[in-house]
């Protein structure tokens, strides 16, 4: 079945460092990738979309320019997020849809952010 | 704006009952999702429901889908300790399968043996 690799896994950086964090596809081309945001015991919370070639699409709310978003190829998307901050120390998770892959979505296994 | 609401948000049973998790939302919506997270996992996949009357079952988890009422249930039969998790349900609100889905809140599920 279709499958979206995230790394890394978990990160643990200083207080104004930037982290990237990358979403592959790995059998299918990814149209569209979602980027999610969820703190503990809370619900996903969309924060971007983007199409292949294209720029994000950000939810209200989300800085574009904390939260940078790359979806350069097919198979490749990702979130860099600059200068973070203990406030951004949260579980990053990516999703891909793609007309291939029939009315699925694809989610990776996520990533946890901590920002010291 | 659409709305997905959950309910009950957090479920304590004991293991061999049965129970049923709700899902409500606002805008019309030919997809309704089921997911399964587990403590610091991503999400699994459990049911796609494509339309009015859609009713799929794996194991001991049966989804169906009533569009005209906007409410899809989850309900769970004769539960065991495996199934504790977080379930979400989500709606994409355009058709097709590029749109964005809206989450529920999630249904914490706590099966007591």
């Known amino acids: 079945g279709a499958v979206v690799s995230q790394h890394p896994s978990w990160v643990i950086c200083k207080s104004g460092t930037s982290v990237k964090i990358e979403c592959r596809s790995l059998?299918?081309?990814?149209?569209?990738m979602f980027w999610y945001r969820q703190f503990p015991k809370q619900s996903l919370m969309l924060m971007a979309t983007s199409n292949e070639g294209s720029k994000a699409t950000y939810e209200q709310g989300v800085e574009k320019d904390k939260f940078l978003i790359n979806h350069a190829s097919l198979t490749l998307s990702t979130l860099t997020v600059t200068s973070a901050h203990p406030e951004d120390s949260s579980f990053y998770i990516c999703?891909?849809?793609?007309?291939?892959?029939?009315?699925?979505?694809?989610f990776g296994s996520g990533t946890r952010l901590t920002v010291v | 704006e659409l709305k997905v609401e959950q309910n009950p948000l957090f479920l304590s049973m004991q293991e061999g009952k049965n129970y049923t998790i709700y899902c409500n939302y606002s805008?019309?919506?030919?997809?309704l999702y089921w997911y399964r997270q587990d403590p610091g996992k991503s999400l699994e996949s459990l049911f796609v429901?494509?339309?009015?009357?859609a009713v799929k079952q794996e194991g001991r988890l049966m989804a169906s889908l009533d569009t005209k009422a906007r409410l899809s249930t989850l309900h769970i039969t004769a539960a065991v300790h495996d199934l504790s998790a977080t379930y979400f349900c989500a709606v994409g609100p355009g058709s097709g399968n590029t749109g964005k889905l809206i989450f529920g809140q999630g249904t914490t599920l706590q099966v007591k043996p």
């Open positions: 059998d299918f081309q990814a149209t569209t």
């Open positions: 999703s891909a849809s793609s007309r291939g892959v029939r009315y699925g979505y694809t």
């Open positions: 429901l494509l339309s009015n009357g």
């Open positions: 805008t019309t919506s030919d997809r």
